[in-house]
């Protein structure tokens, strides 16, 4: 089992900018893509950011480009998502997690390791 923590979620104003940070721990694995996700009320979950194992490839929501960075520090086994530019329609309960994954590659769907999510909200 793996387990993930994120922290630095919090109530901002629209403009502003946050990091989040998400610290992995438990069972090793040789290559893990790790990703961002997030749900607001009343919405499904979506895919918002992920990042390969190498950190060589990156992906992003449309809605987030240009304003969100994901990366990592495997030697700290940590991802994190800095958000700039934040928006009212970026409030949402961040979640963290975990692709295994047998090459250095990246894809939306099939994580398999979750964190319990941060809230953030952003104010207009």
């Known amino acids: 089992q793996m387990q993930l923590v994120e922290s630095g979620g919090g109530l901002v104003q629209a403009g502003d900018s946050l990091r989040l940070s998400c610290a992995a721990s438990g069972r090793a694995f040789s290559r893990y893509a790790m990703g961002w996700f997030r749900q607001a009320p009343g919405k499904e979950r979506e895919f918002v950011a992920g990042?390969?194992?190498?950190?060589?490839?990156?992906d992003y929501a449309d809605s987030v480009k240009g304003r969100f960075t994901i990366s990592r520090d495997n030697a700290k086994n940590t991802v994190y998502l800095q958000m700039n530019s934040l928006k009212p329609e970026d409030t949402a309960v961040y979640y963290c997690?975990?692709?295994?994954?047998?090459?250095?590659?990246?894809?939306?769907?099939?994580?398999?390791?979750w964190g319990q999510g941060t809230q953030v909200t952003v104010s207009s």
């Open positions: 990042v390969s194992w190498s950190g060589g490839i990156t």
């Open positions: 997690a975990v692709q295994i994954t047998s090459i250095d590659s990246l894809t939306r769907r099939g994580y398999d390791y």
